[in-house]
């Protein structure tokens, strides 16, 4: 007899985990402005920069919810 096996759930905190990036980047009007600038990079763009490595932060967290729950 074959068991099943299920793939572990998310769960709510780890849905906002993985959210929060998408929010913040996809919420243009926010911080679609020039000022102010960092190092001469406005701050449309650096404000996008800076959330690569932060999304991969919250990824993380959200892959350890899964993880301790397994």
Known sequence: MKRKTTS??????????????CIAVL?????NRAIPSLFGIPFFYWW??????L?????????????RRS
């Open 48 to 53: 996008q920069i800076v959330w690569v490595p």
């Open 27 to 31: 919420a243009v009007p926010f911080y």
């Open 55 to 67: 999304s991969g932060f919250f990824i993380y967290l959200a892959w350890r919810r899964v993880e």
């Open 8 to 21: 572990p759930r998310l769960g709510l905190p780890g849905l906002i985990y993985l959210s929060i990036p």
